[in-house]
């Protein structure tokens, strides 16, 4: 069964930094590119970049380039996304999900969600 | 990068009648479309992808159409579990877009 669970929800101040995380299992997870998706509370989905774990090619919307990093530890079948100085309009709810095809060269959608990860900037 | 605007913003109907969100892009995506349904608290779910084909395990009551800027999703008969937010997703060239969604409720 394909799985993607993501760490815990993060209570956090503005200035610090942060990595939440996102396993896959159940599936060969170096083959398929993995997302991440940010929600915002009351908002829709907006997509923040992606990611292929196996050899860790990474892109990004342009309206995340530079704010935040995605990363992944094919070892550990883990995607990873951080921040180094978190503001408070980071406090959303952050999706990692897989994409529907393997080695999806063009670009896919996504058929396997992880749980989310609520990220709370307050001060 | 790519717009995609989503009509009507909430859409209230009630069990059993006929549903048609719409989808407009900004420029051409060719068919590269998807819908996706959210209820509260939960992760959203794949529902047609490359615009008109049914993700697995997707009922038959949902199809999708379109290409191009323009994209329909239509829910033929709605039952109560249909009423949720719904998204379009567009894939072209590496930047991928969402729609604002579409608020289905309960008439």
């Known amino acids: 069964e394909v799985q993607l669970v993501q760490s815990g929800a993060e209570v956090k101040k503005p200035g610090e930094s942060l990595k939440i995380s996102c396993k896959g299992s159940g599936y060969s997870f170096t083959s398929y590119w993995i997302g991440w998706v940010r929600q915002m509370p009351g908002k829709g989905l907006e997509w923040m970049g992606i990611?292929?774990?196996?050899?860790?090619?990474?892109r990004y919307s342009p309206s995340f380039q530079g704010q935040v990093t995605i990363s992944a530890d094919k070892s550990i079948s883990t995607a990873y996304l951080q921040w180094s100085s978190l503001k408070a309009s980071d406090t959303a709810m952050y999706y990692c999900a897989r994409h529907r095809l393997p080695d999806a060269d063009y670009g896919d959608y996504f058929d396997y969600w992880g749980q989310g990860t609520l990220v709370t900037v307050s001060s | 990068e790519i717009v995609l605007t989503q009509s009507p913003a909430t859409l209230s109907l009630s069990p059993g009648e006929r549903a048609t969100l719409s989808c407009r892009a900004s420029?051409?995506?060719?068919?590269?479309l998807a819908w996706y349904q959210q209820k509260p608290g939960q992760a959203p779910r794949l529902l047609i992808y490359d615009a008109s084909n049914r993700a697995t395990g997707i009922p038959a009551r949902f199809s999708g159409s379109g290409s191009g800027t323009d994209f329909t999703l239509t829910i033929s008969s709605l039952e109560p579990e249909d009423f949720a937010v719904y998204y379009c997703q567009q894939r072209s060239n590496w930047s991928y877009t969402f729609g604002q969604g579409t608020k289905l409720e309960i008439k």
């Open positions: 990611i292929y774990p196996g050899d860790s090619d990474t």
């Open positions: 420029q051409s995506v060719s068919s590269y």
